[in-house]
């Protein structure tokens, strides 16, 4: 079983729609929760990092946390084509320095 | 940017030679890692850095190497380069020992014909 997964998609969104980007990961990881965008081409670059369970936002972006159900998740409000790129959930695993990271979802933002 | 800078940013080698990259860092961070990225598979660790000369590895650390003889620089050596060795390389920086927080440096495209 993999520790951090994510569905590879693409999810296509219209201009101006909420996109939901979802991460499940398994119960050795820890506390620690990050979301990287990865535009084509280029490396990653780090959108939100949430700690505590329930939400956190940051313009146009929300992260939501559930650790009981082991997931969380990345909201993108009034999405644009911009935003159209690989999400990587990463998370820090338990007791060691290192990040595990989900093989990214593919936004794609349609006008 | 995180101050970070990867050398070379792309490299056309064949199998069997020895290849070096050079993650250089500007803000005395304790933390260096080396990733590789290739399809399917997302980011996967191959060593990291917790101080110089202070390394240990990752789950695809095999036909790798890397030094740390100064904090600016981590090196990643391939002694002897196969095909499967082709990808993309990422160096990262952890922003502190009290946060997990990465950061990304470029990357180097790597190919072995």
């Known amino acids: 079983q993999k520790e951090v997964e994510q569905n590879s998609g693409p999810l296509s969104v219209p201009e101006g729609a909420i996109a939901s980007l979802n991460c499940t990961y398994s119960?050795?990881?820890?506390?620690?929760f990050f979301w990287y965008r990865q535009y084509s081409g280029k490396s990653p670059e780090l959108i939100m990092s949430i700690y505590s369970n329930g939400d956190k936002e940051d313009g146009r972006f929300t992260a939501q946390l559930n650790k009981a159900s082991q997931y969380v998740s990345l909201l993108i409000r009034d999405s644009q084509p911009s935003d159209s790129a690989t999400y990587l959930c990463?998370?820090?695993?338990?007791?060691?320095?290192?990040?595990?990271f989900g093989t990214g979802t593919r936004l794609q933002v349609f006008p | 940017d995180a101050g970070i800078t990867q050398s070379p940013r792309h490299k056309v080698t064949e199998t069997g030679t020895p290849v070096t990259l050079r993650c250089h860092q500007t803000e005395n961070h304790r933390y260096m890692y080396w990733y590789r990225q290739d399809p399917g598979h997302g980011l996967r660790l191959i060593h990291y850095s917790y101080g110089v000369k202070d390394t240990d590895k990752g789950e695809v650390s095999d036909g790798y190497s890397v030094s740390r003889s100064k904090t600016e620089d981590f090196l990643l050596t391939l002694e002897s380069a196969t095909s499967s060795q082709t990808s993309v390389y990422f160096c990262?920086?952890?922003?502190?020992?009290?946060?997990?927080?990465?950061?990304f440096g470029p990357g180097t495209r790597l190919t072995v014909l």
């Open positions: 990262a920086i952890r922003s502190g020992t009290e946060t997990d927080t990465q950061y």
């Open positions: 119960d050795r990881v820890s506390q620690s």
């Open positions: 990463a998370v820090n695993m338990l007791g060691t320095d290192k990040l595990i």
